[in-house]
C-alpha cells in the first residue's frame, strides 16, 4: 500500500483543517487506516483510526471531538478533518494502513506498531 498525506499548512489557532491521505496499490476497503502526529522532540503519537470498513473509529483523548476520521472508498481516500485547531496540534501528521490480518472489519488499530505502512507525512503549524 502506498499512501499520501496533503492538506497541512500554517493556520491561527480555532481555525480548521483538512488533510487527506490518498491511497493506492490495494483497496482501500481492505485496510484499516490511521492518523498519527509527531511534534518536535516527541515520539510519534496516536490521533485517529478508522476501521476497513469505516464503521468504527478511534480518537485519542486531545482530540475527541474536535478532529473527525472519514474515508471514501470508492475515492481510495482517507481525510482527517480538523477544527478548533490548537498550537499543540503543531505536529507532522502521518497516515498509515494495516490489512488488519485476523481482525474483523470493525475493528480499530490505535498502536504504532499494528500499521506496516506509513506515507511520508503533511506539516501542520498552529499559531497562537
Known amino acids: 500500500v502506498q499512501l499520501q498525506a496533503s492538506g497541512g499548512g500554517l493556520v491561527q489557532g480555532e481555525d480548521s483543517l483538512r488533510l487527506s491521505c490518498a491511497t493506492s496499490?490495494?483497496?482501500?476497503?481492505?485496510?484499516?487506516v490511521g492518523w498519527f502526529r509527531q511534534a518536535p522532540g516527541k515520539v510519534r503519537e496516536f490521533v485517529a483510526a478508522?476501521?476497513?470498513?469505516?464503521?468504527?473509529?478511534a480518537y485519542a483523548d486531545s482530540v475527541k471531538g474536535r478532529f473527525t476520521i472519514s474515508r471514501d472508498n470508492a475515492k481510495n481516500m482517507v481525510y482527517l478533518y480538523m477544527n478548533s485547531l490548537k498550537p499543540e496540534d503543531t505536529a507532522v501528521y502521518y497516515c498509515?494502513?494495516?490489512?488488519?490480518?485476523?481482525?474483523?472489519?470493525?475493528?480499530?488499530?490505535?498502536?504504532?506498531?499494528?500499521?506496516?505502512?506509513w506515507g511520508q507525512g503533511t506539516l501542520v503549524t498552529v499559531s497562537s
Open positions: 496499490g490495494r483497496t482501500l476497503s481492505r485496510v484499516a
Open positions: 478508522t476501521s476497513r470498513n469505516g464503521d468504527s473509529t
Open positions: 498509515a494502513a494495516s490489512p488488519a490480518y485476523g481482525r474483523s472489519d470493525y475493528y480499530t488499530l490505535t498502536r504504532r506498531g499494528d500499521y506496516g505502512y
